[in-house]
Nanobody, 119 residues
Framework: QVQLVESGGGSVQAGGSLRLSCEVS????????MAWYRQAPGKQRELVAS?????NYADFVKGRFTIYRANAGKTVNLQMNKLKLEDTAVYFC???????????????WGQGTQVTVFS
């Protein structure tokens, strides 16, 4: 019943900005970790950024992207600035969620949202 829904993708010119959003719905105990991944055509899926007790960023987005959770609701956002052509990919929301007060979590994925950067 847990669902992750992304929004905010689109096409932007190089140097521009986009903000991705991912909202979690359904019953759960708590969200341990949330993250954004991306996958370009013909390439492996790669971690972009994650947030739990702290934030972590891939080297290729440091200084350009910011991951944060909304003050209210069950949302994680990815602010993307100074976008480059190589940022073009499908971006996926990921979350490790505990359905009960137990040490184990289950992994959930969003359906993905396309980000296209053009010159």
């Amino acid at each position: 019943q847990v669902q992750l829904v992304e929004s905010g993708g689109g096409s932007v010119q190089a140097g521009g900005s986009l903000r991705l959003s991912c909202e979690v719905s359904g019953p759960f105990f708590h969200i341990a970790t949330m993250a954004w991944y991306r996958q370009a055509p013909g390439k492996q899926r790669e971690l972009v950024a994650s947030i739990s007790g702290d934030t972590n960023y891939a080297d290729f987005v440091k200084g350009r992207f910011t991951i944060y959770r909304a003050n209210a609701g069950k949302t994680v956002n990815l602010q993307m600035n100074k976008l480059k052509l190589e940022d073009t990919a499908v971006y996926f929301c990921n979350a490790d969620i505990a359905l009960a007060p137990m040490p184990t979590t289950d992994t959930y994925w969003g359906q993905g949202t396309q980000v296209t950067v053009f010159s």
